[in-house]
């Protein structure tokens, strides 16, 4: 079983930054492919980077490319996601993502029904 929380939301202007956390607890994080996912008003969830258990490997949407950064510590369990130049489409809940199934997996899957556990979603509110 793995739990994790969201934290480090908040409303910020456009162009701004934002660092969120995501803490995981359990002793088998560090074999984890970890995602973090957004869903605004309205639309489906939406898929936003992936990064490898070991952190090596690391995928993005297209519309966050050059902005935001995924990153994990291991030794902290936990994975962030660093975004500079936030624009007012970011404005959504972020929720972060472990695929507990797939122990070292090879590859960064990008659909939500590929992970199996969830965290409760933390508010980005980018204002023009």
């Known amino acids: 079983q793995v739990q994790l929380v969201e934290s480090g939301g908040g409303s910020v202007q456009a162009g701004g930054s934002l660092r969120l956390s995501c803490a995981a607890s359990?002793?088998?994080?560090?074999?984890?492919?970890m995602g973090w996912f957004r869903q605004a008003p309205g639309k489906e969830r939406e898929f936003v980077a992936a990064?490898?258990?070991?952190?090596?490997?690391?995928h993005y949407v297209d519309s966050v490319k050059g902005r935001f950064t995924i990153s994990r510590d291991n030794a902290k369990n936990t994975v962030y996601l660093q975004m500079n130049s936030l624009k007012p489409e970011d404005t959504a809940i972020y929720y972060c993502?472990?695929?507990?199934?797939?122990?070292?997996?090879?590859?960064?899957?990008?659909?939500?029904?590929?992970?199996?556990?969830w965290g409760q979603g933390t508010q980005v509110t980018v204002s023009s």
């Open positions: 993502a472990a695929d507990g199934r797939s122990p070292f997996r090879l590859g960064l899957p990008r659909a939500p029904g590929e992970y199996d556990y």
């Open positions: 359990g002793r088998t994080f560090s074999s984890y492919v």
């Open positions: 990064i490898s258990w070991s952190g090596a490997s690391t």
